[in-house]
């Protein structure tokens, strides 16, 4: 997933951040018009599930314009030995080169940053609400909790249009099966008058999100999409009562 940053915010992040050369080991299609991008790990760099990172396109880098830096959450987990974003994909100055880059074509990568860090309270349950593509910071949760030996209890509310939409939602309804504190609720918004989807098929609502959130022990909240699916699910949320202080989102463009 791509979250937009203004230009002098990017300077002050390169100033703090830190800076890792690394390269591209491949690309999938995970759903439709929807890629992962799988890059080489540095030495020496860690992270925490929901953080992301600024992936900057050399002036090497084949195809390249001037538009050379666009900001993601990271998909894999801290364990694994390779970083993973995922984002939708358009012709863009940006995504059109790195969607047609072979692997090995060299990136920088600066970071980790991100203010939706996961909280540290093993006895506070996660509940995560994602629409499309914000699906990304959460992917990093769920596979960093399955390999603990305590996973926490977590429920994830997940927003589509379609089916083939959805990324990951293989890898999901497998967590769900396998981990017994985690909830799954799938709703498709674009399928009331299709076949070929029996499930869930309305807006994430106070009642879907409660009854998701039922008998968890005092819920963390999450939200990752687009800017004003954040601010309508923060809306919500706080009109339910949840304090403030237990709701954290990030804003993404994404789409570029």
Request: hydrophobic content about 35%; overall charge negative.
């Amino acid at each position: 997933m791509t979250k937009g940053r203004g230009p002098l915010l990017f300077r002050a992040i390169l100033l703090v951040m830190g800076k890792y050369d690394s390269k591209l080991l491949g690309s999938e299609e995970i759903a439709r018009s929807t890629r992962a991008f799988h890059f080489e790990k540095p030495d020496g760099f860690t992270f925490s599930p929901c953080e992301s990172i600024d992936l900057f396109l050399p002036e090497d880098f084949p195809g390249v314009s001037d538009d050379r830096q666009r900001s993601f959450s990271l998909a894999s987990a801290p364990h694994e030995d390779r970083l993973t974003i995922a984002t939708r994909m358009r012709k863009s100055a940006y995504k059109q080169p790195l969607g047609e880059a072979k692997p090995g074509a060299r990136v920088r990568i600066v970071g980790p940053t991100g203010t939706m860090s996961l909280h540290d309270e093993p006895d506070r349950a996660i509940v995560m609400i994602a629409g499309g593509i914000g699906i990304t910071p959460f992917i990093s949760v769920l596979r960093s909790e399955a390999e603990k030996e305590s996973p926490r209890p977590m429920a994830l509310l997940y927003s589509n249009r379609r089916p083939e939409d959805a990324a990951y939602l293989d890898e999901l309804r497998a967590l769900e099966k396998r981990l017994d504190t985690f909830r799954l609720v799938v709703t498709m918004t674009g399928t009331e008058d299709e076949g070929g989807w029996d499930g869930e098929t309305r807006r994430i609502d106070p009642a879907m999100v409660k009854e998701a959130a039922s008998d968890l022990p005092r819920p963390h909240y999450y939200v990752a999409g687009t800017p004003d699916m954040c601010e309508a699910m923060r809306q919500m949320l706080d009109d339910m009562g949840i304090d403030d202080q237990d709701i954290h989102s990030e804003d993404f463009t994404g789409y570029t």
